[in-house]
């Protein structure tokens, strides 16, 4: 007689499972999994909630706890791995309100703003630090938002530069601002405004206006997936400078 094992029944008797509750129902996943490709694994289709699924896009926030214990977390899905009795919510794109600008007409003078010009509510954050504790990134949120309402737009950058925009700081505001969508203006205008220009880059700018690359690029879009990796094999590296 055929054994009727399955293919998925072999593999759960070979790993440890887990139980993992989603949107209040149990489910057994292979412990190891992230909370994404658990969630693959329980039969969801995401197509909502996920980008790139390497820890860059933020598209992925997830909230979640334990049954034995309340306390509420924050994740990316594509990187926080599953465990025992975790209780799992994804949230959708958290709706946050973004000012509406123009960079060149805001070169930052000597004594002004930008940043308060833009986001005048940041001065009624009253350092409650529920944006930091959110962080999946472990910025400190709280801190560059005193940094904008002093106007350090270089510290604001530096600060969130490792912001990826999944919207969790903005989702536990209290006070219903949004953090990430001031850091990025101060990024913004210190890329514009800030920062001495790359001569270089301008060059290299003007040469592909100038079609300059026309033809490699062409000949890039023609090569099937073998040739391409033999290109990147060969490919010239300019030295470090
Ligand atoms: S899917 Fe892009 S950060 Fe998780």
């Not at 289709?45 to 390497?54: D, F, M, T």
């Not at 049954?67 to 899905?77: F, Q």
């Not at 599953?82 to 070169?107: G, H, R, S, W």
């Not at 949004?178 to 270089?200: K, V």
Request: hydrophobic share 35%.
């Amino acid at each position: 007689m055929a054994d009727a094992t399955t293919v998925k029944e072999k593999a759960e008797q070979e790993v440890r499972m887990v139980d993992i509750y989603v949107t209040g129902k149990r489910y057994k996943v292979p412990e190891g999994l992230t909370i994404q490709t658990a969630l693959e694994y329980c039969g969801y289709n995401i197509i909502r909630s996920c980008g790139c699924r390497a820890g860059f896009c933020g598209a992925c926030s997830t909230i979640y706890n334990f049954t034995h214990d309340p306390t509420i977390r924050y994740g990316l899905a594509c990187q926080t791995r599953v465990e025992q009795d975790m209780v799992i919510t994804q949230i959708p794109f958290f709706p946050a309100a973004q000012a509406l600008y123009n960079l060149e007409d805001l070169k930052p003078e000597e004594g002004e703003n930008k940043l308060l010009t833009l986001y005048p509510d940041i001065i009624i954050c009253f350092g409650c630090n529920n944006c930091t504790k959110t962080c999946p990134q472990d910025l400190e949120v709280m801190e560059f938002i005193s940094d904008a309402i002093r106007g350090d737009i270089e510290k604001v950058y530096q600060k969130s530069f490792d912001c990826l925009m999944c919207g969790l700081c903005a989702a536990r505001c209290p006070q219903g601002l949004q953090p990430y969508n001031i850091a990025l203006a101060a990024r913004r205008l210190r890329g514009a405004h800030l920062t001495t220009r790359s001569q270089h880059n301008e060059d290299r700018i003007k040469e592909i206006e100038k079609g300059k690359f026309d033809a490699a690029i062409e000949k890039l879009k023609k090569a099937d997936e073998a040739e391409l990796r033999r290109m990147y094999a060969a490919r010239e590296i300019e030295p470090a400078l």
